[in-house]
T-cell receptor, first 113, second 116 residues
């Protein structure tokens, strides 16, 4: 099966700085890469996703990049705010349906005011 | 619009006892998923339903876990008997139609199970 590795496990930044979280995957057939934000006591919430035919996608302060050759993808958050503090998970999926998402172990992001 | 609803939020039981979790997906969502999230890790799929049919249960420990989704709406996940290693957060999720790539996966807040 797929193996998704995520780094770093914890990340602390000052408000207004940028944060970058990186993930690698093992299955070259994976074609869909979502990112989820999980706040304490809540379920994961999709914040951005990218398909394998796209190299970069941006949504306001959040962007995701994908390097299929190297099998890695990254989440970029600019102008961080305290409310960005949460655990972020990357995930990978193969096939035409959301059959089985393979998640990374998560990154605890803390944004200090 | 109501999100995915799960109950109970917390459950504490002794080992060897049975336990059940309930999930009501977003109205109209045909695909339902049960994930387990161990402390400090990402969620792992246990079972996926398309309407009433379990289309992927390969990761469900069938000796002690069972699930059902009668009438293709809400679902119940059961553990009997529970073991210490079952302590985790059990997440339910749903998507609109067969979970086609590009569709959003919506998670509930989960049930946190502690087995003593």
């Amino acid at each position: 099966g797929e193996n998704v590795e995520q780094h770093p496990s914890t990340l602390s930044v000052q408000e207004g700085d940028s944060a970058v979280i990186k993930c690698t995957y093992s299955d070259s057939a994976s074609n869909y890469f979502p990112w989820y934000k999980q706040e304490l006591g809540k379920g994961p919430q999709l914040i951005i996703d990218i398909r394998s035919n796209v190299g970069e996608k941006k949504d306001q302060r959040i962007a995701v990049t994908l390097n299929k050759t190297a099998k890695h993808f990254s989440l970029h958050i600019t102008e961080t705010q305290p409310e960005d503090s949460a655990v972020y998970f990357c995930a990978a999926n193969r096939g035409s349906t959301l059959g089985r998402l393979y998640f990374g172990r998560g990154t605890q992001l803390t944004v200090w005011p | 619009e109501a999100g995915v609803v799960q109950s109970p939020r917390y459950k504490i039981i002794e080992k060897k006892q049975p336990v059940a979790f309930w999930c009501n997906p977003i109205s109209g969502h045909n695909t339902l998923y049960w994930y387990r999230q161990n402390l400090g890790q990402g969620p792992e799929l246990l079972i996926r339903y398309e309407n009433e049919e379990a289309v992927d249960d390969s990761q469900l420990p069938k000796d002690r876990f069972s699930a059902e989704r009668l009438k293709g709406v809400d679902s119940t996940l059961k553990i009997q008997p529970a073991e210490l290693g079952d302590s985790a957060v059990y997440l339910c999720a749903s998507s609109l139609d067969r979970g086609v790539i590009g569709e959003k996966l919506f998670f509930g807040s989960g049930t946190q199970l502690s087995v003593l």
